[in-house]
């Protein structure tokens, strides 16, 4: 299993992005998939999980209204879609499959077996 997020960089508030996740290694369109980030200095948090087939998503109440989880199932490919950027979502941005579907708003790193090597955002005037 391997998922490799990209898409990270420097922005500016009110800056939109994408992140991008491409994962291998198991049938992705049966699995749930997060993202999580974990801003310097603080514990990791949960920020938006889409289920199986792309049937459901949440999100945390930090990102609800500004991001939107998205999954190109051909493409084996999670999406994470952030609109109004603010400095308060500088972060590593990291996407990750949680365990099982209890654990699919966790912020604890153990509710996740995979995780990918994260990439960086930073929010900044």
């Known amino acids: 299993v391997q998922l490799q997020a990209s898409g990270g960089g420097m922005f500016q508030p009110e800056d939109s992005l994408r992140l991008a996740c491409a994962a291998s290694g198991f049938p992705f369109s049966d699995w749930w998939i997060s993202w999580v980030r974990q801003a310097p200095g603080k514990e990791i948090e949960w920020v938006s999980t889409i289920g199986p087939s792309g049937a459901v998503v949440y999100y945390s109440d930090s990102v609800k209204g500004r991001f939107t989880i998205s999954s190109d199932s051909a493409k084996n490919t999670l999406y994470l879609h952030m609109n109004n950027l603010k400095p308060e979502d500088t972060a590593l941005y990291y996407c990750?499959?949680?365990?099982?579907?209890?654990?699919?708003?966790?912020?604890?790193?153990?509710?996740?077996?995979?995780w990918g090597q994260g990439t960086e955002v930073t929010v900044s005037s």
């Open positions: 990750a499959r949680p365990k099982s579907a209890y654990g699919v708003r966790s912020n604890m790193r153990n509710d996740y077996d995979y």
